[in-house]
């Protein structure tokens, strides 16, 4: 058990919706990132925030959003979803978010279907 | 930019048997981090090996050892004494120290299959 929980486990949702997916990071840890796991594009960085606020964007699509609140838990939102945003999404925490960090730890992933 | 290679989309070795799995990355960064994590069918991803690109000397975890070569820009995982339970996919990672971000970039990953 890394310590990252993220609900739901599985998702399954119909094109054009909204989803909102929950991370909470490792106790004591200050940053959270947000990946995504597709067949064809491998594991995607897509945004990370540190201490409620964003310091990293990677590809993560205009549609798509994330926030982190004042008790450290994440959220990504997916609007407008596509058939292609089907995935497995990973959220990872470190206690630093970079300088001091060698490591991050990661959660079981949030499987979206989307039909 | 980095970006990392895995050029064996899968591969397979006996139990008890040593297998090499592959990574070449490309950075102007001198100060990096390279990472091997392991993803069984329950999808978790797992840190198996780390290695610190200012370090010579190659990590080893039991079983797990890495090569490291900094000017050919290559991090390959020799497994050794492979077991059942190693049947996973293996992704090599990058992570440049000491900057702003702390992100993870992966390579598309290796296949193992570790057969009885």
């Known amino acids: 058990d890394s310590g990252v929980t993220q609900t739901p486990k599985h998702l399954i949702t119909a094109t054009g919706q909204r989803v909102t997916l929950r991370c909470s990071p490792r106790s004591g840890d200050l940053s959270v990132y947000w990946y995504q796991q597709s067949l064809d594009q491998g594991l995607q960085f897509l945004i990370q925030?540190?201490?409620?606020?964003?310091?990293a964007k990677g590809n993560i699509l205009e549609r798509f959003s994330a926030q982190q609140f004042p008790d450290l838990h994440s959220e990504l939102n997916l609007s407008s979803l596509e058939l292609g945003d089907s995935a497995l999404y990973f959220c990872?925490?470190?206690?630093?978010?970079?300088?001091?960090?060698?490591?991050?730890?990661f959660g079981q992933g949030t499987r979206l279907t989307v039909v | 930019a980095q970006t990392v290679t895995q050029s064996q989309p899968e591969m397979s070795v006996q139990e008890a048997e040593t297998v090499t799995l592959s990574c070449t990355y490309d950075t102007s960064e001198s100060n990096y981090y390279l990472f091997w994590y392991k993803q069984p069918p329950s999808r978790q991803m797992i840190l198996v090996i780390r290695q610190e690109a200012y370090k010579q000397q190659n990590a080893t975890e039991n079983r797990f050892s890495v090569n490291f070569q900094k000017a050919a820009k290559s991090f390959s995982l020799k497994i050794s004494d492979s077991q059942l339970g190693d049947t996973a996919m293996y992704f090599c990672a990058f992570k440049i120290y000491g900057g702003s971000q702390g992100n993870l970039i992966f390579g598309k990953g290796t296949k193992l299959s570790v057969k009885p």
């Open positions: 990872a925490s470190s206690a630093q978010g970079a300088l001091l960090d060698t490591e991050a730890f």
């Open positions: 925030y540190y201490n409620g606020e964003e310091r």
